[in-house]
T-cell receptor
Framework: DAGITQSPRHKVTETGTPVTLRCHQT?????MYWYRQDPGHGLRLIHY???????DKGEVSDGYSVSRSKTEDFLLTLESATSSQTSVYFC????????????FGPGTRLLVL | GENVEQHPSTLSVQEGDSAVIKCTYS??????FPWYKQELGKGPQLIID?????GEKKDQRIAVTLNKTAKHFSLHITETQPEDSAVYFC????????????FGKGTHLIIQP
């Protein structure tokens, strides 16, 4: 998994509660991404980061926020979880700015009741 | 934005036969096309990728072809083996300043013994 860990790996929460997922990398890569995977949709980009404190929105960013205060950690927050945010969340990293190759973490399975 | 279509959604082949998965993309400025393999409960793993300045790339039993004029690319797996059974995703990286990958919806490849 290219030195990427995600925590927690599984989480069950209730509608309306805030949830934070963590992605941690040991490779000192500049670029980090959050995707969600749902049946019939493949993977869709939520947010990404191109450096400490530098983030941007992806295709499905509504209801999510991110923060990156250190190179190694990229946090995804569901400000008020909804059932539509039940999904598997994957973090990915990309090394060099001139390389497009992304490597994915093991994923976090989130269930919002 | 970019849109990636992937076919078929399910593909069943006899062990030893070849498998072909096809994808089309919409943004003519897209310049990078990776293929990922995902096993149950794991994150996607890059198996091969191709850039827009190359028409074909091969790595042992796996090959990818790209037709920029028609805006489609294909994954070819020869001499399929039971361990090739998985879900395969194609993706495209849009040109310009946008970052992140746009994924197809996946193909479930089943290798029949």
């Amino acid at each position: 998994d290219a030195g990427i860990t995600q925590s927690p790996r599984h989480k069950v929460t209730e509608t309306g509660t805030p949830v934070t997922l963590r992605c941690h990398q040991t490779e000192n890569h500049r670029y980090m991404y959050w995707y969600r995977q749902d049946p019939g949709h493949g993977l869709r980009l939520i947010h990404y980061s191109y450096g400490v404190k530098d983030t941007d929105k992806g295709e499905v960013s509504d209801g999510y926020s991110v923060s990156r205060s250190k190179t190694e950690d990229f946090l995804l927050t569901l400000e008020s979880a909804t059932s539509s945010q039940t999904s598997v969340y994957f973090c990915a990293i990309k090394g060099l700015a001139t390389s497009e190759t992304q490597y994915f973490g093991p994923g976090t399975r989130l269930l919002v009741l | 934005g970019e849109n990636v279509e992937q076919h078929p959604s399910t593909l069943s082949v006899q062990e030893g036969d070849s498998a072909v998965i096809k994808c089309t993309y919409s943004d003519s400025a897209s310049n990078y096309f990776p293929w990922y393999k995902q096993e149950l409960g794991k994150g996607p793993q890059l198996i091969i990728d191709i850039r827009s300045n190359v028409g074909e790339k091969k790595d042992q039993r796996i090959a990818v072809t790209l037709n920029k004029t028609a805006k489609h690319f294909s994954l070819h797996i020869t001499e399929t083996q039971p361990e090739d059974s998985a879900v395969y995703f194609c993706a495209a990286k849009a040109g310009g300043g946008a970052d992140g990958l746009t994924f197809g919806k996946g193909t479930h490849l089943i290798i029949q013994p």
